[in-house]
């Protein structure tokens, strides 16, 4: 039997329900009466690979003029996410966002897992959402990114060589070959021990009784999984975000 539950949290730096479902999860989490026995594992997504380096504009103009979405409605889209963030303690500053194409800063979080393990790779999560949503950085910067790595102990010029090259391309790849095999089309998606798929940034309670669940399974021999292993939620796709 397990002595522990392995939650994988498929998600993208460039999705705003990425980190209002990370705070939830996270307030689950803190409420988990295991969490000690909790690993959590960050893996990585991208629901747009064909964002450019850099893109002269802001988040409406990308959503409008790139990918055709009416104004209004992104405006009102915009709002809604900003709401919901402000209720999770973020705050969201879209007029200051820097569109940019997140894979580089994928890669900065399997390099700082190989250096610093789980805990690492968690915080540098945190770091790159903030910086996006929150403080109007550019991620696709390897600057940036060297800062971010050099507050997560690495040696700034390591990451910036790194990223400068093609070290961790693959394992972002896989980490999205294997979303597709498990048949994810939106994030954020957490995954608990292979058994339960929670699509969306669900509402804290129900993070919480998905853990409580998968902690029993991983416990005792093996149970059909309840309603809540697929439930749906607030989530971003490639054609936008709920």
Known sequence: MRTFVLVEIWSDIGCPWCFIGKRRFETALSRFEHAAEVEVRWRSYQLDPSVPEHFDGSEVDYLSKVKGMDPAQVAGMLEHVSSQAAGEGLNYRFDEL??????????????????????????????????????GLDIASHDVLAEIGAQAGLDPETVRSTLAGTGYTEAVEQDVAEARALGVSGVPFFVLDRRYGISGAQPAELFEQALAQAWEAGHQPLQPAAAAASADGAACSADGCS
């Open 98 to 135: 820097v569109v940019a194409n997140s894979f580089t800063a994928h890669r900065l979080i399997h390099l700082v897992r190989d250096s610093g393990g789980e805990k690492a790779a968690a915080a540098v999560k945190e770091a790159l959402l903030s910086a996006h949503f929150e403080k």
